[in-house]
């Protein structure tokens, strides 16, 4: 199981321990004293031990419980109550049956500007600090790599790079694909493994990374910052307050310029406000698959991500969920766990739920950048995640589940996706492209 707990969480657990600890106390006193003591008191105390302990263990129970990635939990509490004879997680197949068979999902446009934090308001001079720091190559420690060398702000690269891994300093190669700057604004969970919480954390790794930018330490940033004259009168006019060059500072005006780098006039966009030809006919019914086979369940929202402002819970995702040795060893899909790495026998992967916001554009797809063409990696998608067959047969459309346990069938229907069908989810996945803001 895979933990994420913020400093929050663990100051409330540390005050239950505390607490849990007073208990125990107050109730060694009271036993100890329990001949000599005032009956009354002596009740009282045992009483009032005895609610701080079961008080501060329910606490630490709901907090320890919160943590958990709410999609995993809810899967492995399923798995110990439903038995199927069928070539996958029980678990994973009935949370996708359920969630599928949710209609009237309410499809909602993009808004036209970014959320920011009450710490960091949006201002013209906070951007043009931000964009000449992401395309400054001095923040790197040889001076060759910014933030733009592997987001690339063209129509082109989707502001990704290209690349199936991505390269740092000293012509290091990465471990993981670039994901995409564009609409990152939008999401609460950023990195592959989800491991930055905000786009001032996420700002802040690279740096650092020795493959990426390869700096020794922040402070190391801060300092060859501060030798460069002409940022001086940028983080005055930027920061007026406390114009000090600080990494906080600088990650701030990073990601402020990164919450301009949206695109919320996609033609899915104007067919959802309004223009009922912004879509072709052929990427409505990519649009009708793409809620019908369940793509909605993980890229749900105007971000088409779990894993955004939009979306409370369910960020991370197991990737494969369904076992299909073929297909991950031919493209070594978990090779990497991402957020699961450091438990012991996992197998599965544990990812962030990525955006599909220009994904036409951000070839080679995963976090491993094994996979080149987009209609391929929807043909994976529905295989390992949705438990899909690939088939131009109607007879296999229909699948049915035998329940050995409980001596029950279950029919699951659109089983199988045709190749016209994944096409068509492919042309409605280009209708999420839009065009680069100007800045």
């Known amino acids: 199981m895979v933990f994420y707990m913020s400093s929050m969480t663990l100051e409330l657990i540390g005050f239950g321990l505390i607490a849990i600890v007073c208990g125990f106390i107050i109730l060694y006193m009271m036993l100890r004293d329990m001949v000599s003591a005032d009956k009354h008191k002596w009740f009282l105390g045992i009483g009032l031990g005895s609610g701080i302990i079961a008080f501060s263990l329910k606490i630490l129970f709901i907090v320890t419980f919160d943590s958990f990635p709410k999609e995993i939990v809810l899967a492995e509490s399923h798995a110990k109550v439903i038995d199927i004879n069928y070539p996958t997680q029980p678990a994973v197949l009935k949370y996708a049956l359920v969630i599928t068979q949710n209609q009237g999902y309410t499809w909602k446009a993009l808004p036209r500007s970014a959320p920011f934090p009450k710490d960091n308001p949006i201002t013209l001079e906070k951007i043009q600090l931000g964009k000449k720091l992401f395309f400054d190559k001095r923040l790197s420690v040889d001076n060759t790599i910014s933030c733009a060398s592997c987001h690339v702000l063209s129509n082109q690269k989707g502001g990704a790079d290209g690349r199936r891994l991505s390269m740092g300093v000293k012509n290091q190669q990465g471990k993981r694909n670039a994901p995409t700057v564009l609409n990152a604004a939008f999401q609460r969970r950023l990195f592959w493994d989800g491991r930055a919480h905000s786009l001032e954390q996420q700002a802040q790794g690279p740096l650092i990374n020795p493959v990426e930018m390869g700096m020794p330490s922040l402070t190391a940033v801060e300092n060859k910052i501060r030798k460069l004259p002409e940022y001086i009168s940028l983080f005055k006019s930027a920061f007026f307050t406390a114009p000090a ?27 959802v406000r309004g223009d009922k030809g912004a879509l072709t006919k052929k990427q409505l019914r990519g649009m009708s698959l793409f809620e019908s086979t369940g793509c909605i369940v993980c890229h749900s929202g105007p971000n088409f991500s779990g894993a955004s402002v939009f ?92 329940s050995s346990r409980y001596k029950q069938l279950g029919v699951s229907n659109n089983h199988a996706l045709s190749d016209a069908e994944i096409n068509d989810i492919v042309d409605f996945l280009s209708a999420l492209d839009g065009e680069l803001p100007n800045t």
Not at 245 to 258: C, F, G, L
Not at 377 to 395: D, G, P
């Open 245 to 271: 060059i600080t990494i906080q500072n600088i990650s701030k005006a990073i990601a402020t310029y990164e919450r301009t780098l949206i695109t919320p006039d996609s033609a899915y966009d104007r067919f």
């Open 311 to 402: 979306n409370r819970n369910g960020a991370f995702r197991l990737f494969p969920s369904v076992t299909n040795r073929k297909i991950e060893l031919q493209y070594n899909l978990t090779d990497d766990l991402g957020a699961a790495a450091n438990l012991k026998n996992y197998g599965r992967g544990v990812w962030r739920i990525p955006s599909l916001r220009n994904v036409s554009r951000t070839a080679p797809y995963f976090h491993n950048g094994s996979v080149k063409k987009l209609t391929e990696a929807v043909r994976i998608m529905a295989q390992v995640q949705l438990n899909k067959i690939i088939s131009n047969q109607e007879t296999d459309d229909k699948n049915i589940i035998w």
